[in-house]
């Protein structure tokens, strides 16, 4: 009989240990003692260790993940230093934002083999940053997504969903139903490599029970963004200002002029996309770049 030997020692061979008693061995490691997400002693799991039965499959996903240390230095790599963590009287309200964040926007990962940077527009639209160097010298927040008049073509059984991908960053947002001019006011942040690529937008249809539809596209070039907020970092001007302008014309996906500002200290870009390859589709997005330092 093969066996295959797991983190920490643990075998994973289901003939030489119960589920439980794996299960028990995993539970008592000191990393395990803890949530991994407020620090709550003894912490209940979603699935009971005594009422509820585990198969070795269950036992083998927990073990591979490697525990609460193996699991937050992943989930939490890209952990912002001003985003504090909820501790155990932390409200319910409290720990239920950050653990959606966590895990299921995935905000403060660095992998992503599945997710890809999307904003769902009436779907998925994500944002690909395309380079192997992450060097976080900066990182850029985007927020006020809308999706407009898209040409959906399986609109009966359309799921609104928000996907963000970087091969080597990536999130994802809540889902809108049922909507085709979504708007979901939410703020990411990727880290911004080097050499910095474009920001590429993708949305999709995502369907329950088949393959996504892919539903337009989009690219943004980053730098000028990027440049003004360098020359800007320490600046001690409050008045709104305009710093520099992205021209439309029939060349590119521009709908109009996209200004780059600076507003309360802070440099801004607000964009309004036309997607391509699909009929019709519009997608406006708020860029900003924020200095490590700050």
């Known amino acids: 009989m093969s066996t295959k030997q797991g983190n920490h020692g643990l075998c994973n061979s289901a003939g030489s240990s119960t589920p439980l008693r794996r299960l028990k061995i995993l539970s008592n490691q000191p990393s395990n003692r803890f949530c991994a997400d407020c620090g709550s002693p003894d912490p209940k799991w979603v699935l009971s260790m005594k009422l509820d039965e585990w198969t070795d499959e269950q036992v083998d996903s927990l073990t591979d993940g490697g525990g609460n240390s193996a699991i937050n230095m992943i989930y939490e790599a890209f952990l912002p230093n001003y985003i504090q963590k909820p501790r155990p009287d932390s409200s319910t309200e409290e720990r239920t934002d950050f653990i959606r964040r966590k895990y299921e926007l995935q ?32 990182k850029q927040q985007t927020g006020s997504h809308h999706g407009q008049g898209h040409a959906f073509h399986n609109s009966c059984r359309r799921k609104e969903s928000e996907h963000k991908e970087v091969k080597k960053m990536s999130m994802k947002t809540r889902v809108i139903k049922n909507n085709l001019n979504p708007v979901w006011n939410e703020k990411l942040m990727l880290s911004i490599p080097d050499p910095i690529p474009p920001l590429k937008l993708q949305v999709y249809d995502k369907d329950t029970f088949s393959t996504d539809d892919r539903m337009g596209d989009a690219e943004i070039d980053i730098q000028p963004l990027l440049a003004a907020a360098k020359a800007y970092e320490n600046t001690n001007i409050f008045e709104p200002m305009q710093l520099g302008k992205w021209l439309a014309t029939d060349d590119d996906t521009l709908v109009k002029d996209s200004v780059i500002s600076l507003v309360d200290g802070k440099v801004k870009q607000e964009i309004t996309l036309r997607l391509q390859n699909v009929e019709c589709g519009e997608l406006e997005i708020e860029l900003e770049c924020v200095p490590l330092t700050q």
Not at 113 to 128: K, L, R, V, Y
Not at 129 to 134: K, P, Q, R
């Open 107 to 138: 905000q403060f990962s660095t992998f992503n083999a599945q997710f890809a940077s999307e904003i769902s527009a009436g779907d998925n639209t994500p944002f690909q940053n395309n380079s192997a160097n992450i060097k976080n010298f900066e």
